[in-house]
């Protein structure tokens, strides 16, 4: 039986541009039904194998372990890690809470580091002034799906004998130099939130590279216990083990998963046209020294999860920001300095992070979802042209 899928709402009118909007391709109630006609709604179910076997297959992961969110994942990043209070964790200021919150709950001291000057990804070549004996590990974020500086990163963290954890969030399907995104750390986290690429609402995965880590992350996942060496025989009763929480998924939203994973090449395909799209129009701009454009760092890919702007001000960027809401069209800024937040400024050491902050005061994220058509990125990009050029032409009147 068919079950349509009827377009997801966006709170406005059919004219308006809101910033995302839910990618839904047909499937994703058939395969809700077809768990429900199964009868096993909880998690570790059949579609919770297949998504995670699409991982390890495609990408090449050891093992890869749907989480309830990419936090999830990150959470047990941290307790796989076995971090005691005092150990530090280095990590990018411009970067979404979850990063850090995962790594303080196991009582790690954090210490941001700035982005780079063309990228919002973490300076790598100033890195090495943050280690101290008391740092256990080095978390990266690829921004945009974009990848850091993945050689200079692994020879860092191999020399200093760190942990390597990849926040890749936004980099599903996303390279360097020909290596999946996700398989250089000794664990990496994705998300499927609404607002990313491959979608099911809420939802993540923990990609575990290092195998040594593989059976105390199943541990971990499945509250502490052995659950999941009881249902394969390997034990004829399950205990408590180790620390460990509820991350696991229900089943129904791995089911959700893989209708999406099904369409994973049809899904980029779009949004990488889409952002070209964008990309041309605006080019001008940046010709004109009027905003910057995405840099693609040397290696990576382009997953086309954002197309951004990089604006001369927070001055130009409202008003960039408000030519196109009189127009109803949604863009919208990006994180805020974790570093420089009302929670961590008493705790940070007073380094300045000038990148992290100019990001944090210029960036802008346009609409980007599968179903924007070529009219509206048009449309968008001629609103974003219109606005650099009358805010230029206001002067001293600013």
């Given amino acids: 039986m068919n079950y349509p899928l009827k377009p997801a709402p966006t709170g406005a009118t059919t004219t308006d541009i809101p ?69 530090e964790v280095i990590m990018p200021s411009y970067t979404f809470v979850s990063t850090a919150n995962a790594f303080l709950l196991r009582g790690a001291n954090i210490v941001f580091a700035d982005s780079e000057a063309d990228t919002p990804n973490i300076d790598v070549h100033k890195l090495e002034a943050l280690i ?15 990848a850091c500086h993945m050689d200079a990163l692994l020879e860092l963290t191999r020399r200093h004998n760190l942990f390597l954890v990849e926040d890749a969030a936004h980099a599903i399907d996303a390279y360097y130099k020909g ?18 690429n491959i979608i099911c609402g809420e939802g993540g995965l923990l990609a575990i590279n290092d195998p040594a880590l593989i059976e105390r992350a199943e541990i971990i996942r499945e509250k502490g216990t052995n659950r999941l060496a009881f249902f394969r025989g390997q034990v004829d009763k399950y ?32 949004r990488l046209e889409i952002w070209q799209q964008y990309y041309e129009l605006l080019k001008p701009l940046e010709e004109k020294g009027l905003l910057q454009l995405p840099h693609l760092p ?17 001055e130009q960027r409202s008003h960039i920001i408000d030519t196109l809401k009189k127009d109803k069209v949604q863009a919208v800024f990006h994180y805020l300095p974790l570093h420089d937040s009302p929670y961590y400024q008493p705790r940070h050491d007073g380094r300045a992070l000038p990148n992290v902050m100019r ?20 449309r968008v990009a001629k609103l974003v042209i219109a606005a650099c050029v009358s805010y230029e032409m206001s002067g001293p009147e600013r």
Avoid at 27 to 53: P, R, S, W
Avoid at 132 to 146: L, N, Q
Avoid at 179 to 196: N, Q, W
Avoid at 299 to 314: E, P, R
């Fill in 19 to 87: 910033f995302n909007k839910a990618c839904l391709l047909g499937n994703e109630m058939v395969y809700i039904m077809e768990c429900l006609d199964q009868g096993h709604l909880a998690g570790n179910g059949a579609f919770t194998k297949k998504c995670e076997q699409y991982f390890e297959q495609r990408f090449g992961i050891a093992k890869a372990l749907m989480t309830t969110s990419c936090t999830d994942a990150l959470e047990m990043s941290a307790i796989l890690m076995d971090l005691q209070p005092g150990d």
């Fill in 132 to 146: 101290t004996d008391k740092t256990k590990a080095i978390v990266i974020v690829h921004y945009a799906g974009m």
């Fill in 179 to 196: 290596k999946p995104l996700g398989t250089f750390g000794h664990l990496a986290t994705f998300s499927f939130h609404e607002t990313k």
């Fill in 239 to 270: 205990t408590w083990q180790d620390i460990g929480s509820s991350f696991l998924p229900a089943d129904y939203v791995a089911a959700f998963l893989w209708a999406q994973l099904e369409n994973m090449e049809k899904i980029q395909a779009r």
């Fill in 298 to 314: 040397q290696g990576a890919s382009n997953n086309a999860h954002m197309f951004y702007l990089v604006c001369q001000s927070l």
């Fill in 359 to 378: 990001y944090a005061d210029c960036l802008l994220r346009l609409p980007l979802f599968f179903e924007l058509s070529a009219e509206q990125v048009s």
